[in-house]
């Protein structure tokens, strides 16, 4: 694995979603309250930041153990987030299973509905990984409803870009489409967050059903 050329794509995708990128950031490019920080990007644009590491592998990152404080210092700060990046992803291993099928529409807003129960329960960071699950489904469906080729094994941040680009998500969404995949993200691995968990569930579902309207009307109409 080349790291620099890895490290100049992950700054190509968040100059794609309008970011300026500075690569390597020394300590008078990051904000005044990361100057400690050791990050290899550090985006900007308007009202916005992200700082983003990037590992090579699972291990790398497992390895950082200051990745936590700079997650928790900059969920923190108004308008920053804390990104990571993981190049070698595990993908899944050899073909789907054979009884691997998609959500219907009636089970992922079956999902969407479990989740609002268990925010109303008080278990917030269960409902964010229902809800996020549940989004993926409804993204799949909706970039398939449009021709797009996905499934098994297609990351998440591949899906987020196609439909941004192909106006499915709009640019008012994108940023807190982002900032959910990153909490999900966060959870997922054991990170605490300071980010409002339950705004972030409610997102995710008027988002989720959004597109299994449209994925309907798009099918109808083709």
Do not use: C
């Not at 404080?69 to 789907?96: H, N, S």
């Amino acid at each position: 694995m080349d790291f620099d050329q890895e490290l100049q794509r992950v700054a190509a995708r968040y100059e794609g979603q309008g970011y300026q990128v500075i690569l390597r950031p020394k300590p008078d490019d990051l904000p005044p309250f990361a100057r400690d920080f050791k990050a290899e990007l550090v985006a900007r644009r308007a009202g916005q930041g992200a700082l983003v590491s990037v590992k090579k592998d699972r291990l790398d990152m497992e390895a950082d153990s200051e990745m936590p404080r700079y997650a928790d210092v900059t969920t923190k700060q108004p308008g920053w987030r804390y990104d990571f990046v993981i190049l070698a992803q595990e993908p899944p291993a050899g073909r789907p299973p054979r009884d691997l099928r998609e959500l219907t529409a009636e089970e992922i807003s079956q999902a969407l509905e479990e989740s609002e129960k268990l925010v109303r329960s008080g278990l917030v960071r269960p409902a964010v990984l229902n809800s996020w699950a549940a989004l993926e489904s409804a993204m799949r469906m909706r970039l398939r409803a449009a021709g797009e080729a996905v499934g098994w094994g297609t990351p998440p941040q591949d899906m987020i870009n196609e439909s941004y680009s192909s106006g499915v998500i709009s640019t008012a969404d994108l940023p807190r489409l982002e900032g959910a995949y990153q909490l999900r993200n966060q959870i997922a691995h054991g990170f605490a967050s300071q980010q409002d968990q339950a705004a972030a569930v409610h997102f995710l579902s008027e988002l989720a059903r959004r597109l299994l309207h449209e994925s309907t009307a798009v099918k109808q109409t083709a």
